[in-house]
């Protein structure tokens, strides 16, 4: 008799549920063993008994967190079934940022996918997305509304390039968040032929060192000590999203705000964020990556987690695909939820906030 989708996965209050493994996916508390898709703060949470995830994750997670985030700490190999419990489990790419992961469950015949964040387009510093054929998909909706289509990346970065061009003497200050966005957006850069150093706010520092260390190339990217900000003329700054309207980014030479995240389509939160240089650089998929997907993974039965919920619901109900919000909690903080919630967590924030 084949299990009913709810038998494999159901929700709680610390997220989303395996009855049969005996475990949460991303949960947002503490508990005994948790599958993480990706390194997010808002998803990979510190005090679990039990991870498995990718080895960048964990590496991100130890980065993030110190190395005692978990009681135990078990890699999962992309592509390898692994038996957990009474169910299977699988972790393939997610395109999002480094080490990110969709899992697939099955049992008794029945595939449910959990993509967690994902993107269909490229980005250099992660494998791409990769489609895991299931019964049932479950998928975030931040921006899950027909008017989001995020352009080519290479043209965003392009219009940053040409600004650093035209004023040679001010220096732009990128508000990218720490994990993923700042190292695509370093990335894309290098991709251009920018060969300057590309300067740090503190808060980029540990995971940047990481990214590269697992192979990416970002080129020569030092700190910003506070008494060399005068001298930045001309420079590339990256700095957390919470950096580009405080003090610490006013101290450099007649700075130019930039700000990398899929919201700068909305012009008025540009505006109200005090955005001169909008860059629409988005991790998670736009409108149309989102419907393409749903179709791509077969699935008859769509779950969405969280963001513009109702118009993804709506949408495959009238592609005859059964689908429900489940109006989860506690997801979305990472830095592309809202742009006046675009903060790192409090531990990097704290990295550098002298003047
Ligand atoms: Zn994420
Ligand atoms: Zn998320």
Redesign the pocket.
């Known amino acids: 008799m084949a299990l009913r989708s709810t038998d494999i996965l159901t929700q709680t209050p610390q997220g989303l549920y395996c009855p049969l493994g005996d475990f949460h996916v991303d949960p947002i508390r503490p508990v005994a063993r948790a599958l993480v898709t990706?390194g997010?703060s808002?998803?990979a949470r510190a005090g679990h008994q039990a991870v498995m995830a990718t080895r960048e994750t964990l590496r991100i997670m130890g980065v993030r967190y110190g190395d005692d985030f978990a009681g135990t700490t078990q890699e999962a190999p992309l592509g390898a079934k692994v038996k957990v419990g009474g169910v299977t489990v699988r972790f393939s790419p997610a395109g999002?940022?480094l080490g990110s992961a969709q899992i697939a469950i099955e049992a008794g015949g029945t595939r449910i996918v959990v993509s967690?964040?994902y993107k269909r387009a490229p980005d250099p510093t992660c494998l791409p997305y990769e489609v895991v054929p299931c019964d049932v998909f479950i998928t975030e909706a931040t921006f899950g509304l027909p008017v989001f289509r995020h352009p080519d990346t290479r043209e965003e970065v392009r219009k940053l390039l040409a600004s650093v061009a035209l004023f040679p003497e001010r220096a732009h200050i990128v508000g990218a968040y720490a994990l993923g966005k700042a190292q695509r957006v370093m990335a894309l850069l290098r991709e251009e032929g920018y060969d300057r150093p590309l300067h740090l706010h503190g808060a980029m520092e540990r995971l940047t060192e990481l990214y590269k260390s697992e192979g990416i190339p970002l080129g020569e990217t030092p700190k910003v000590a506070a008494a060399d900000r005068a001298k930045l003329a001309g420079a590339i700054v990256l700095c957390p999203p919470s950096s580009i309207q405080d003090l610490w980014s006013r101290r450099f030479p007649d700075p130019v705000t930039c700000f990398a995240s899929g919201w700068m389509q909305v012009r008025a939160r540009a505006r109200q964020k005090g955005v001169e240089l909008p860059l629409v650089i988005s991790?998670h998929s736009d409108w149309d990556d989102l419907c393409a997907t749903i179709l791509e993974t077969g699935a008859g039965e769509v779950w969405v987690t969280h963001g513009q919920e109702d118009a993804l619901v709506h949408w495959c109900t009238g592609r005859g695909i059964k689908a429900k919000p489940l109006h989860m909690l506690g997801y979305g903080d990472?830095g592309e939820a809202e742009p006046d919630e675009g903060r790192p967590s409090g531990r990097e924030e704290s990295a550098e906030t002298a003047p």
Request: no cysteine; charged share 40%; glycine share 10%.
């Open positions: 990706h997010h808002d998803h999002h940022v967690g964040d991790d990472d």
